[in-house]
């Protein structure tokens, strides 16, 4: 089972700045503590990670995934709350896919309440800080085995 992990903008400062909203881990922290725990759930998922600070980039990486992956998880970051085109990648591609934010996105300004990409989703996680990647993997793998 091959899940394709992709985070967008600015996630790249995790453990840099801003500690008090999104903890003091780095997104690396993340990344080893997924294939772990996947390393636990079944020794047949493998894990390939993306990040990037371009919406462009991001879609194609999505449509890249087609006839390659069997699973996303996504956190979008700020894209969670204007792209319309990473929705559509998302929808197009037709991949079983999870938004993840380390955030309660509903807890915070309103303009984060929407996400342009959750409708296109199997399911979404948000607040669970980094066992929120634990828990869209679970979800995947469930869905998906
Ligand atoms: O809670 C999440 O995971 C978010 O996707 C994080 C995004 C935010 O725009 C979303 O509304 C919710 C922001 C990512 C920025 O990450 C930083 C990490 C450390 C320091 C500064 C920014």
Do not use: W
Not at 51 to 68: T, W, Y
Not at 70 to 95: F, K, L, M
């Amino acid at each position: 089972m091959k899940i394709l992990v992709i985070n967008g903008p600015n996630l790249n400062m995790l453990g840099i700045r801003e500690p008090e909203i999104y903890g003091s881990f780095t997104l690396e922290d993340i990344e080893k503590e997924l294939i772990s725990y996947a390393a636990e759930l079944d020794s047949n998922i493998s894990l390939e990670f993306f990040r990037s600070n371009f919406e462009g980039e991001i879609i194609d990486k999505i449509q890249s995934a087609l006839n390659c992956f069997d699973g996303i998880i996504i956190n979008p970051a700020a894209y969670t709350h204007t792209s319309v085109a990473i929705s559509d990648a998302v929808a197009a591609v037709g991949i079983k896919t999870v938004e993840v934010h380390l955030s309660n996105i509903y807890s915070r300004e309103e303009f984060r309440h929407n996400s342009y990409i959750a409708p296109k989703c199997l399911g979404q996680v948000a607040g669970f800080s980094k066992t929120g990647y634990k828990m869209a993997l679970l979800g995947l793998y469930e869905a998906l085995k």
